[in-house]
């Protein structure tokens, strides 16, 4: 089901989308956004459910965000797969390397495999 290459520093993965998937969102290892669970990686395109799509996974990628982050603050994912403020609670996705300041602004994340779960 997973076909592994090598993209740059980063690695990518390949699975079948479970639903619309948008580009730029934290997906899980199901092909769908993720919510109360850990990511496997971020949408790298945009594809339709059945469709394979391209993860990123590697230690940083690229993610759309869903409202203020600080720089350097836990973050997890909504409904939607856009990285958020954790806030305490949920599953930590990773950790911010840049602002957000509004939602749909687009950050560096520092991955965190597994979450905190």
């Not at 479970?18 to 395109?45: C, D, N, P, S, W």
């Not at 609670?89 to 905190?116: E, F, K, P, W």
Request: charged share 15%; glycine share 14%; net charge negative.
């Amino acid at each position: 089901m997973y076909a592994r290459q090598v993209r740059g520093d980063n690695d990518t993965v390949t699975i079948v989308a479970t639903e619309a998937i948008t580009a730029k969102r934290l997906v899980t290892t199901q092909g769908a956004h993720t919510a109360a669970k850990a990511a496997v990686g971020v949408a790298l395109f945009a594809t339709d459910s059945g469709d394979n799509i391209s993860v990123g996974c590697g230690p940083i990628e690229v993610v759309q965000a869903g409202g203020q982050i600080s720089a350097d603050g836990p973050v997890k994912s909504d409904a939607d797969g856009k990285a958020v403020a954790t806030g305490g609670s949920g599953i930590t996705v990773g950790y911010a390397l840049d602002a957000a300041s509004a939602d749909g602004d687009y950050i560096r994340i520092l991955l965190q495999h597994g979450g905190n779960s």
